[in-house]
């Protein structure tokens, strides 16, 4: 087995725990095969937005295959808006786990997750997935007496599935989440994401006043700041942009948008919305937009998903042939360093390279190609 630890050590406990595991298990006696037509069907999606957005192709076809099956997802709370509206799938649960934060101060691990296996032991589901390969997910779905459960065995654990898909390293997220649908026979692997926005956020000159089309949407944050670019190049960037018709508007968080406008010299043509929308606000904001530029994070997975033609900074934090959103017209401006890909929270190397090698100017000319095609 292949694991996606860095760490020799790591590597090496998780394989002693797998050999023992197997032992265990190599009778057979504990494994369960998948009934025919499931009835109740558990899907685990505890981290962030942008991965919630690149399980939706995998939720797609999960539901044209068993089109009669009751389809959860189980999300952390910052994961429930992602997902609202879905119609593939039937109910969301929401757990307070925080296992994936990214501030890892803060992770915690089994306690939180045998809590969570108590709430979803009382569904009683047929068939439970596992998307991220987690150890700690599969043995929750083993605990709560999920009847077959499958999932990727990159952080060991896999002797506790059922079925274990064949993980493709250096493939992108997509499809990788995809292979579960096909280890299933599900006959509908579009790798298309989506979202979904609510009728009644689509009014934009409404509740912003923005008008559909006249304007360019720039999200200036980060979940992790190895990913974030400067707020005096995004202030430069939208000074050069006072040479078009567009106006701009700012999404984030109220103090990366604060952070931003204090650099400002003129505010003129500028619309702050950092902090003030929620996710399906958010994303007819970006469907009406001329085009998107952002960071590697969710918003831009959303404006992918939307089709809204996009510029993506990506960081050397993780690999863009991996991570990078998934639409009809997204353009990544990426700088190869040798540090990449660091996975890294806060850059280690003096200078942030992988960033600041990203000019105002490139990115200005990107946008000019794209607007003047419209």
Known sequence: MKYIFRKKRLKFFVGLLDFFGRALYFPGWLKRPLAEKPGNIAVLRFDHIGDIINTTPLLRSLRSKYKYANIDVYVSPWGEEAI????????????????????????????????????????????????????????????????????????????????????????????????????????????????????????????????AGKYVVLHVGSGAASKRWHPYKFARLISMLKNTDLSVVLAGSASETQNLTKSLSEKGKVTDLGGKTTLSQLGAVLRQAVLFVGTDSGPSHIAAALDVPSIILFSGANLPSRWAPRGRDVNVIYKNTPCSPCCSFDCRVKGHPCMENITESEIYRQIRSIIDKI
């Open 84 to 211: 609202a509206g879905n119609p593939h799938i039937n109910n969301i649960f929401i757990v307070k786990t925080n296992i994936y934060k990214r501030d890892i101060k803060t992770r915690i691990g089994f306690p939180s997750v045998l809590s969570i296996a108590a709430l979803v032991r009382k569904k009683k589901y047929d068939l439970g997935i596992s998307v991220r390969g987690d150890i700690r997910e599969i043995f929750l779905l083993r605990a709560a007496g999920v009847r077959h459960i499958v999932s990727y065995g990159i952080t060991g654990g896999a002797f506790m599935a059922d079925t274990v898909p064949e993980y493709q390293f250096g493939s992108h997220e997509v499809d990788i989440n995809l292979n579960i649908a096909r280890a299933l026979g599900c006959p509908d692997l579009s790798p298309k994401t989506e979202f979904f926005i609510k009728k009644e956020d689509m009014d934009v000159r409404r509740l912003f006043g923005l008008e």
